[in-house]
């Protein structure tokens, strides 16, 4: 039927189409075979043959002389250089690049890739490499880290392995099978990153499949961990045991996480994208920082709608670009958060930019179109409209607590807490995570809850077994209770484990907090983020102090790894993009200046209670400088 009604379209014209016309209703049709997919009818097969086109949007005089559609030049990303455009849920992606074709645009290396085929359709490849004992070159370096897999020369000549665990949260027996891969197949030891999630490092090419196979074996199923896919779902580490919390946020983390992996379409975005469930508890999620934040609320009795517990949603953060996610208005029962989430991830597939990578993440589509107009766009893909509530008319959850993420706290169920496990900038070996996974089972209900900042919890331990639990966790040399400075304590990869590293951020920031501890006594938490650049992993700019790698010229031309310092940098009820202070700060010389800018905090902070990060928003940055200028000529 369809292949009848476009030859009677053609007939109807009495004349062929011209090239151009058969190029743009080749879109129009590959529209509308994903429509009739997914309502279950039959597709147009056929329907751009009996018009004369072949199925990459040419037709096949064109193919077979070489010809491009309009607009499009030999060595661009047209149709002509890609397989064939698909009619299932991949349809919605070259849908998008086909618009900015047709506006004589370039796709990016990346898309380019993606379009000539899809990386999750590359275990063929995968496996090969693993047979040969090679490394990806070219698009397929990139094309890899939809499997979770990143090749990081040549900081390493190996592969790192990024994990998925929604909310965080993984039990005994999966980090101790974790430990086996890393003991077998890696450097035999694994990283907590900054979105609750675990990396491993030092895997061999030839390992690769088998490192694979042994994660969905124990049911870690990292697809979308890396490149252009939503990231790790991050929640409240807490959830559930919380006292504070206004709501446990796991069921939603574990909803959108199976969403997403069981949703195609919902991989090979413009760029990645993170999303994070806070439910009000006393450790912060950071929903701010991600390009969609949800965050618990509470609406008392008289209000315009029903009282009880709802969540807003924040858009477009990403403080290394200088942007906390903004509130969007909209009020969300809970059940309405994961469609939510998925028609934002839709509208951003359909309008992301495609050809500069520096410009395709949420917020510069925000940045072009304004807030309101992005909301309104969303709203077409939901089956629901969303409520528009003032935000001052919501009660935001309790502040949290910067330092409830160490040592040993109580829980809403009585009789029990968790503990904090103090990580050496997230490192953990082999014999500590057996260990840990040890202690879950023997004093706990096997549960290992990842947090952003870069440690661990563990929880329900019975209150009589918390002198065992101290001590096992000093045998395995790790710490339940932390100075105010190494609490605080973040740190990325570094130049050691990346390539973007300009510095060796994990070992420099070991340095940093050993030398403040040893010339200064703190009443009051410090947080240090330390980035080894400006993709800003560890986020710098939300730190009271913030370092970010760089390298500078010393002597005869060499290149010496240095930071810029940054301070003021706050989450929270503190929510503020830090300032810099100072550029070019050698790595050596950086713990002398935090200490001397901590030591005029101590010496001119109004009284004791008062935090380090509202002591310096007092002042401008010149008066800031001079400060510590006059810090450092005292303690000459």
Same mark, same amino acid.
């Given at each position: 039927?369809? &292949?009848?009604?476009?030859?009677?379209?053609?007939?109807? $014209?009495?004349?062929?189409?011209?090239?151009?016309?058969?190029?743009?209703?080749?879109?129009?049709?590959?529209?509308?075979?994903?429509?009739?997919?997914?309502?279950?009818?039959?597709?147009?097969? %056929?329907? /751009?043959?009996?018009?004369?086109?072949? +199925?990459?949007?040419?037709?096949?005089?064109?193919?077979?002389?070489?010809?491009?559609? +309009?607009?499009?030049?030999?060595?661009?990303?047209?149709?002509?250089?890609?397989?064939?455009?698909?009619?299932?849920?991949?349809?919605?992606?070259?849908?998008?690049?086909?618009?900015?074709?047709?506006?004589?645009?370039?796709?990016?290396?990346? &898309?380019?890739?993606?379009?000539?085929?899809?990386?999750?359709?590359?275990?063929?490849?995968?496996?090969?490499?693993?047979?040969?004992?090679?490394? !990806?070159?070219?698009?397929?370096?990139?094309?890899?880290?939809?499997?979770?897999? $990143?090749?990081?020369?040549?900081?390493?000549?190996?592969?790192?392995?990024?994990?998925?665990?929604?909310?965080?949260?993984?039990?005994?027996?999966?980090?101790?099978?974790?430990?086996?891969?890393?003991?077998?197949?890696?450097?035999?030891?694994?990283?907590?990153?900054?979105?609750?999630?675990?990396?491993?490092?030092?895997?061999?090419?030839?390992?690769?499949?088998?490192?694979?196979?042994?994660?969905?074996?124990?049911?870690?199923?990292?697809?979308?961990?890396?490149?252009?896919?939503?990231?790790?779902?991050?929640?409240?580490?807490?959830? %559930?045991?919380?006292?504070?919390?206004?709501?446990?946020?796991?069921?939603?983390?574990?909803?959108?996480?199976?969403?997403?992996?069981?949703?195609?379409?919902?991989?090979?975005?413009?760029?990645?994208?993170?999303?994070?469930?806070?439910?009000?508890?006393?450790?912060?999620?950071?929903?701010?920082?991600?390009?969609?934040?949800?965050?618990?609320?509470?609406?008392?009795? #008289?209000?315009?709608?029903?009282?009880?517990?709802?969540?807003?949603?924040?858009?477009?953060?990403?403080?290394?670009?200088?942007?906390?996610?903004?509130?969007?208005?909209? /009020?969300?029962?809970?059940?309405?958060?994961?469609?939510?989430?998925?028609?934002?991830?839709?509208? $951003?597939?359909?309008?992301?930019?495609?050809?500069?990578?520096?410009?395709?993440?949420?917020?510069?589509?925000?940045?072009?179109? #304004?807030?309101?107009?992005?909301?309104?766009?969303?709203?077409?893909?939901?089956?629901?409209? +969303?409520?528009?509530?003032?935000?001052?008319?919501?009660?935001?959850?309790? !502040?949290?607590?910067?330092?409830?993420?160490?040592?040993?706290?109580?829980?809403?169920?009585?009789?029990?807490?968790?503990?904090?496990?103090? /990580?050496?900038?997230?490192?953990?070996?082999?014999?500590?995570?057996? #260990?840990?996974?040890?202690?879950?089972?023997r004093h706990g209900s096997g549960t290992i809850r990842l947090t952003v900042w870069q440690n661990l919890l563990i929880s329900d331990i019975p209150e009589e077994q918390i002198f065992a639990v101290q001590a096992e966790l000093e045998n395995l040399g790790l710490e339940w209770q932390a100075s105010l400075l190494r609490g605080g304590l973040?740190?990325?990869?570094?130049?050691?484990?990346?390539?973007?590293?300009?510095?060796?951020?994990?070992?420099?920031?070991?340095?940093?907090?050993?030398?403040?501890?040893?010339?200064? &006594?703190?009443?009051?938490?410090?947080?240090?983020?330390?980035?080894?650049?400006?993709?800003?992993?560890?986020?710098?700019?939300?730190?009271?102090?913030?370092?970010?790698?760089?390298?500078?010229?010393?002597?005869?031309?060499?290149?010496?790894?240095?930071?810029?310092?940054?301070?003021?940098?706050?989450?929270?009820?503190?929510?503020?993009?830090?300032?810099?202070?100072?550029?070019?700060?050698?790595?050596?010389?950086?713990?002398?200046?935090?200490?001397?800018?901590?030591?005029?905090?101590?010496?001119?902070?109004?009284?004791?209670?008062? +935090?380090?990060?509202?002591?310096?928003?007092?002042?401008?940055?010149?008066?800031?400088?001079?400060?510590?200028? &006059?810090?450092?000529?005292?303690?000459?």
């Amino acid at each position: 039927m369809a &292949e009848q009604g476009a030859e009677a379209v053609a007939d109807s $014209f009495g004349q062929a189409f011209t090239d151009e016309q058969k190029y743009y209703l080749q879109g129009f049709v590959s529209g509308a075979e994903v429509a009739r997919t997914s309502r279950g009818l039959p597709t147009f097969a %056929g329907t /751009l043959a009996s018009l004369g086109l072949a +199925p990459g949007g040419m037709t096949g005089a064109q193919a077979s002389e070489g010809a491009f559609p +309009p607009g499009e030049a030999p060595g661009t990303a047209g149709p002509s250089d890609v397989q064939p455009s698909p009619s299932g849920p991949d349809a919605i992606h070259h849908l998008a690049q086909d618009r900015f074709l047709a506006e004589g645009k370039t796709l990016a290396p990346e &898309e380019q890739a993606k379009r000539r085929k899809h990386p999750l359709d590359m275990w063929d490849e995968l496996q090969q490499h693993a047979v040969e004992g090679t490394f !990806p070159k070219g698009t397929d370096v990139f094309a890899f880290k939809f499997r979770g897999l $990143f090749y990081v020369a040549p900081a390493q000549d190996a592969f790192m392995c990024r994990l998925r665990f929604a909310g965080g949260l993984l039990s005994s027996y999966q980090l101790r099978q974790v430990a086996a891969i890393a003991e077998n197949l890696a450097g035999g030891y694994a990283d907590v990153t900054t979105r609750a999630n675990l990396q491993l490092r030092e895997i061999r090419p030839e390992d690769i499949v088998a490192v694979l196979n042994a994660l969905q074996d124990c049911g870690i199923v990292n697809r979308g961990a890396g490149a252009d896919n939503i990231r790790n779902i991050t929640g409240s580490p807490t959830a %559930g045991i919380d006292p504070q919390e206004l709501i446990d946020t796991r069921p939603l983390t574990g909803q959108l996480h199976h969403y997403i992996l069981n949703h195609r379409e919902l991989y090979g975005l413009p760029r990645k994208f993170n999303i994070a469930f806070d439910g009000g508890g006393r450790i912060s999620a950071l929903a701010e920082t991600n390009d969609v934040g949800f965050a618990a609320v509470r609406v008392r009795e #008289g209000a315009a709608v029903p009282a009880g517990v709802y969540f807003r949603m924040q858009l477009g953060g990403i403080t290394g670009h200088g942007d906390f996610a903004r509130d969007a208005g909209i /009020l969300l029962e809970p059940d309405e958060c994961v469609p939510l989430a998925a028609a934002v991830v839709r509208m $951003f597939i359909d309008h992301g930019d495609r050809t500069d990578r520096k410009k395709a993440r949420l917020k510069y589509l925000l940045d072009r179109w #304004g807030l309101e107009q992005y909301i309104e766009e969303v709203r077409r893909h939901l089956a629901y409209d +969303p409520v528009r509530f003032p935000l001052e008319e919501c009660e935001a959850a309790a !502040p949290v607590s910067r330092h409830a993420h160490i040592g040993f706290h109580r829980q809403r169920q009585e009789g029990l807490f968790y503990v904090g496990v103090v /990580l050496p900038v997230g490192r953990l070996r082999v014999v500590q995570l057996r #260990g840990l996974a040890e202690i879950a089972d023997r004093h706990g209900s096997g549960t290992i809850r990842l947090t952003v900042w870069q440690n661990l919890l563990i929880s329900d331990i019975p209150e009589e077994q918390i002198f065992a639990v101290q001590a096992e966790l000093e045998n395995l040399g790790l710490e339940w209770q932390a100075s105010l400075l190494r609490g605080g304590l973040v740190a990325c990869t570094g130049n050691a484990g990346c390539k973007f590293s300009a510095t060796d951020t994990k070992r420099h920031a070991l340095e940093l907090a050993a030398h403040l501890e040893a010339g200064l &006594e703190l009443d009051q938490p410090v947080n240090l983020h330390l980035t080894g650049c400006a993709h800003s992993c560890a986020q710098h700019y939300i730190g009271d102090i913030g370092f970010l790698g760089t390298k500078v010229e010393a002597g005869d031309d060499d290149m010496v790894e240095s930071y810029h310092i940054f301070v003021g940098g706050g989450y929270g009820e503190h929510q503020e993009l830090g300032r810099e202070i100072y550029r070019d700060v050698v790595a050596s010389e950086a713990p002398a200046v935090a200490k001397n800018m901590l030591a005029a905090y101590l010496a001119h902070r109004s009284n004791p209670d008062e +935090p380090f990060v509202e002591w310096t928003r007092r002042y401008a940055t010149d008066e800031l400088e001079a400060l510590f200028e &006059e810090q450092l000529v005292a303690a000459r």
